[in-house]
């Protein structure tokens, strides 16, 4: 796998000749399979047009509070990343961050956010040597901020010294670094499911729901990222399984049943994010394909299908449990009676129906619900940044009941 593969980078460019540096960088970081958003200070833009990222990054760069449909790129942009890179980082920019100044884009977000932080300086010798600058290097490398040292070499004065921008096997080794460090569920086993199911009623015709499958795959995709081990067992989707997840494609309920309760015991994780049907026809009607004009009026009758969740949570050993709820009213009381009901750790709680559904969207607005009465609200972000926050929160109250120690060996 390529040692950046699907690591999302924010990569903040300011206002020094070092500038043109942070093309090549954004274009190995490319190479190596991560997704790169630039946010350009207005002096950046004066050394290389914001274009140059957006052709090599892909995506627009995001230069102004103000410039967003969301209003809130200070806080959507670091939620949808995994690091924050600057590269040149100015003095001005430094200081800014040491003060907590927050008076453009990029010094805003820095403060909204817990995310890893990473400085590349570039500047004149004889300003990295300022006592004040040293002094705020001090100050951020004390919060936790990785402030590189610049390198020695040739000025832009035309003197010799130290401040040239760090070169890009520095960077590359600090983000590394930084991005291994974020395993926090390493030792830990998902079992994840996802998607819809289909109940067939011939073998052309089925019942089915809306769900996309985006939500389970955007947590499989944060939990292997964040160590865990996973497997997504999927219900019918358009998704490919993310890198480092296995995948196990089941139709029905019953199918998704049986493939989870196989691997329950091995599991310390279990999210349940498919949207499994509840009822299935008592019968296949026919083996073959039901001609209308064969069909003489009698109704389809139904059955419920197994309550997965329900019945895993009955033979749990040392597993968390979440689940989810898609409501189309009333959302958290019903969500705290799934909680209850099906004995969880977690549940998260959906609004589905109308024009926020959070079937087929690419953003949602959920609430964590936890087995403790707290509730938290994840405002709309990405799907992957909200699988995040709930693998932050699920973290907070349980993973040190769920350590590898408790389980039984694999
Ligand atoms: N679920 C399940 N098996 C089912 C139906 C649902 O495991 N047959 C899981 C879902 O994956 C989800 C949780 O149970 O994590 C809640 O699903 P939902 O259908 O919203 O809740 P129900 O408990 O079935 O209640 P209701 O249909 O009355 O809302």
Not at 22 to 34: D, F, Y
Not at 324 to 334: G, K, Q
Not at 373 to 383: D, L
Request: proline fraction near 6%; aromatic fraction near 4%.
């Amino acid at each position: 796998m390529m040692p950046l593969a699907h690591r999302r980078i924010l990569l903040g460019v300011t206002g020094s000749i070092a500038a043109y540096k942070a093309v090549t960088l954004l274009r190995t970081l490319r190479a190596q399979g991560a997704d790169v958003r630039v946010v350009m200070t207005s002096a950046a833009k004066r050394f290389v047009t914001p274009l140059t990222f957006e052709v090599l990054s892909g995506h627009p760069v995001v230069d102004n509070l103000f410039s967003d449909p969301s209003g809130l790129p200070h806080i959507r942009l670091p939620e949808e990343a995994d690091l924050i890179l600057i590269a040149p980082c100015t003095a001005n920019r430094l200081a800014k961050y040491a003060l907590g100044i927050a008076d453009d884009l990029l010094s805003t977000l820095l403060l909204t956010t817990a995310r890893p932080v990473i400085l590349a300086p570039a500047m004149d010798g004889a300003m990295w040597r300022q006592p004040a600058l040293m002094h705020h290097v001090e100050t951020l490398r004390a919060r936790g901020v990785t402030v590189l040292d610049p390198e020695s070499g040739p000025l832009a004065s035309g003197q010799w010294g130290e401040g040239r921008m760090p070169g890009e096997e520095a960077i590359l080794s600090a983000l590394r670094a930084r991005l291994s460090a974020q395993r926090d569920w390493q030792g830990h086993r998902f079992l994840i499911s996802a998607g819809p199911t289909r109940e067939a009623i011939d073998p052309v015709r089925f019942l089915s729901n809306g769900s996309t499958g985006k939500m389970g795959y955007a947590i499989a995709e944060a939990a292997v990222q964040r160590g865990g081990e996973v497997v997504l067992v999927s219900g019918p989707t358009e998704l490919l399984p993310p890198a480092g997840v296995e995948q196990v494609s089941v139709v029905s309920a019953e199918e998704m049943y049986q493939a989870l309760s196989l691997r329950f015991p091995w599991a310390t994780v279990l999210i349940m994010a498919a949207a499994v049907s509840d009822f299935r026809p008592r019968k296949p009607l026919s083996d073959r394909k039901i001609k209308k004009d064969q069909w003489n009026g009698e109704p389809l009758e139904l059955e419920r299908t197994p309550d997965i969740l329900a019945a895993l949570s009955a033979q749990r050993t040392h597993q968390c449990l979440v689940g989810f709820a898609a409501e189309t009213e009333d959302v958290l009381r019903h969500g705290h009676d799934k909680l209850m009901r099906k004995r969880l750790d977690m549940v998260v709680v959906n609004r589905v129906g109308g024009s926020e559904s959070a079937f087929g969207s690419e953003t949602n607005d959920v609430f964590v619900l936890t087995k403790h009465g707290a509730t938290v609200h994840i405002p709309r972000s990405s799907k992957r940044a909200v699988a995040d926050r709930i693998l932050d929160e699920l973290h907070r109250i349980n993973a040190p009941a769920c350590t590898s120690e408790f389980l039984p060996s694999s």
